[in-house]
Structures are given as C-alpha cells and as structure tokens.
C-alpha cells in the first residue's frame, strides 16, 4: 500500500507507510474547516503510535483554528458521547479498530456522535481536494484537556432503563487485548455490581497487541481458556477502540461476535418491541431473536453509519451489526461494548436459571464463514463473473448479496483493508464449501 484508505469513518493505513503524520494533520485540518471553529474532542487507542498521530491531528485543529479537546486513551463510544456536548462541534478518535498495531487512523465524528454522514463526506472530499485555509497567529487557540470521560460514559449506560445492577450474582472474564477497554470494562463492571478478572492487559513491550486484534472465535482461545479455569459466567472479548464485543459462553466456547446483537436483540425487544437493523453481513440469529418477540428485522449496507441511518428511516431503536456491534438509540447512535456487555448482564440476571451457552442453544445452529483475501484490482470484474455463476443477485446496495437455500452469501470491497470480503451462512457446511470454491476460481480468474 502507498496511500492510506478513505472510508466512510475517516482514513486509515500503516503508519510511517501508507498512513503518516502528514495524512493526520492534512485530514484533521480538512474535518476542522467542515465542522468549523470551535472544540472538537480528541480521543485515541493504545497504539504506540497513538502520540504522534493525535499530536498531529492537534496541529491540523489548530491550523485552521479549531481547539483539539484531549480525552485521552479512551474507547471509540466514548468519543462519540462527549461529541454530542452542546460545546463540541465535532470529534476524532485516533484508532485504526481492529487492524494490527502497525495501523493507524482518524476515526471522524459529528456533533450529532454519527460517523459523518452521505453530506459531510462529499464535503469533506470537496476540501481535502482544495488548499487549506490556514489562521494567522490571531486565530490560534490551544489544545484543551478533558478528563472524566470514561467515567461519564458508564455511568449514562449503567442508567439505561433496561440494565440491572443487582440480583443473581454474575462473574466475566474481560480480554481487553491491551486497549481501551481495559479502562471501560472493569468500570462498567464495578457499576453493575459484578465480579471480573481481566486478561491481556496491556500491550507488548514493542507496542504490538497481545493477541490478534479483532475479536473472533480465532484470536479468543485464551479468553476461552480463563472462562472454564476461573468459572465463570461469560466472558467478554474487545477490540482496542472499544466498540465491538464478542462472547465466550460458560462452557468455554467461541459462540462469537454474532451472538452479542442477537442478546442485545433478545433482551431489548423482549421488554420494548419494535423494528430493529443489522447489515447485511450479519447472522440469522438477529433475525430469529427478533421473531421470538414478533419483530422485523431490516437490513442495510455494512458500516456503522449506514445502519443508523437504516434505523432512523425504519424508526427502530435497536441496532447493531454481526461483529459484535451494538447500537441503542436510548444511548446513543453509535456501536458500544458497554451498551452490550451492560444488555448481557441484564439478560442473565433476569433469566436467572438459564447460562449463556443454554440461551445460545435455544437457537438453529448456522455455519459461518468469514474469509477476506488480498486484493486491489476492480471489484466489477468479480462481479460479473460471480453473476454468470450465481445468477442476479437479491441485493447490490453493498457488494452483491444473494439468498441461498438455507442461508446467504455476502461479497463485498472491503471499506477498511485492500482485501474483498466473503461472508457467508448456511446449515449445510457442503453449502458454504461450494459457494467458497467458486468465489476463489472466481478471484483467481481476474487476478
């Protein structure tokens, strides 16, 4: 990769590489003439990169006079909160998610806490096209700190009206993979009133991630591993900005990052029914958590903003996408660990004699695959070829979807890595292996 990656949330490469402290003072300035002079919070994750990606983004702020607001090491959630203050215009979350620690990037947030929405991306596209209009040395202001954040941020989720602090006594594993959640989750813990032990607590001595960043069956073995050996309830896994949350059940198994919305779903509809939104790419368990409580599920294109804006059309109040993602209006619009760990506790300890790993088999036993394989070539090419193969397919607002006997395949451009995505749901293993061989025979011809 020579140039760094624009997406719908900000712009994103490896650092020194493809993503430099010239992209984020350029980037940061760009977003400060959109949302115009005024404070906008700064918040990062524990790369080692992160002080010099987040001073950067301060001169850019203050270039073109803007006041950077610094929160900290704190989780992505926790900087779309404190963007909807009435004396923010704006924030930035200086985190690359789940790519590895030698990534970085400008997550960017509105004041209304979105990821900047259809109108402001073309906006911004429009200015970091053009020349910066840079302050004289009248309009400098200087950078602010802000402390308490955190704190904040639980405490509004630990008073939603669907969580419960008390009852049935409940014990996690929290695996915070040396990020901001080992700030976030034992407080959101501590305010539910529940027992927790926390693994891979800081990053290594290089500045690297102690296990695979993102949160999946394949980078949770240890979490699995400290469930069983300390007995506890559930545990829960993190990516390093904080917005993603996958589970491991009592029984020590990997029952992932798409199990999180279907008992968010589950345990919200239950008491307010209602429509609810996931992507495309996300399981059938949504789905089938929904209709034990006679509700729809609708769908959108993959990425946070899009569900959103999918939930405000639908006037749905629950939302979330299968990788561990949940979004509740009651909160805020925007994916939050804490929202699904705090949803999770409320579910055991309403449902005191049922586990985790019961819940969990109370629902069809789908097969997943989540492949994602190299490439930079035109995605068109793919398409037509996957088209003569699969035949039209039932939605193309992302990629090109298809329903298939017994679930659905998703292949999309990924908007965050140089790769193409092949998610993919089936009961029938034989199913998804046939539908996998032909995407690859597919890649290879392009290639």
Request: charged share 25%.
């Amino acid at each position: 990769m020579k140039k760094p990656i624009i997406s719908g949330s900000g712009i994103r490469g490896i650092f020194g590489e493809s993503f430099t402290v010239q992209d984020a003072c350029s980037f940061a300035a760009a977003f400060g003439e959109l949302v115009g002079p005024g404070n906008v919070v700064v918040g990062r994750d524990t790369r080692k990169s992160g002080p010099a990606v987040e001073a950067a983004v301060c001169a850019g702020l203050l270039g073109v006079g803007c006041t950077p607001v610094l929160l900290g090491i704190v989780t992505t959630p926790t900087v779309q909160l404190e963007a909807m203050d009435e004396s923010v215009c704006g924030g930035i979350a200086v985190t690359s998610s789940h790519n590895p620690g030698n990534w970085n990037a400008l997550k960017l947030i509105g004041k209304d806490g979105v990821f900047l929405r259809a109108e402001a991306r073309t906006k911004l596209a429009e200015l970091l096209a053009s020349e910066r209009k840079w302050v004289d040395y009248r309009g400098c202001t200087q950078t602010e700190i802000r402390g308490g954040s955190t704190s904040r941020h639980v405490d509004l989720v630990a008073e939603l009206p669907l969580v419960r602090k008390t009852g049935r006594k409940i014990k996690v594993v929290l695996d915070v993979t040396g990020a901001t959640a080992a700030f976030l989750a034992p407080a959101m813990m501590d305010a539910l009133n529940v027992e927790w032990e926390m693994i891979f607590a800081e990053m290594t001595p290089e500045g690297d991630f102690p296990r695979v960043a993102e949160p999946n069956r394949e980078s949770l073995s240890v979490l699995a591993e400290e469930v069983i050996k300390r007995g506890a309830d559930i545990g829960f896994g993190f990516d390093p900005d904080g917005d993603r949350l996958a589970l491991v059940d009592d029984r020590g198994r990997l029952i992932g990052e798409e199990y999180t919305i279907a008992l968010a779903l589950d345990h919200v509809l239950a008491h307010t029914p209602g429509a609810a939104v996931v992507n495309l790419s996300t399981s059938r368990l949504a789905e089938d958590a929904a209709k034990k409580h006679g509700c729809v599920v609708y769908r959108s294109p993959v990425g946070e903003v899009n569900v959103i804006e999918e939930m405000e059309k639908r006037g749905a109040d629950i939302g979330g996408e299968g990788n561990g993602g949940v979004i509740h209006r009651s909160c805020h619009l925007g994916r939050d660990s804490a929202v699904g760990m705090a949803y999770a506790i409320a579910y055991l300890r309403e449902h005191p004699g049922v586990t985790i790993s019961e819940w969990a088999d109370s629902f069809p036993a789908y097969i997943n695959i989540k492949k994602k394989v190299d490439f930079t070539g035109d995605f068109s090419r793919i398409a037509l070829l996957l088209e003569e193969q699969l035949g039209q397919p039932d939605d193309i607002t992302d990629g090109l979807w298809w329903r298939r006997g017994g679930g659905w395949v998703h292949i999309r451009p990924s908007g965050t890595e140089p790769v193409v995505r092949f998610i993919a749901e089936n009961t029938a293993q034989e199913i998804l292996d046939s539908d996998y061989a032909l995407f690859r025979k597919v890649l290879t011809c392009v290639e």
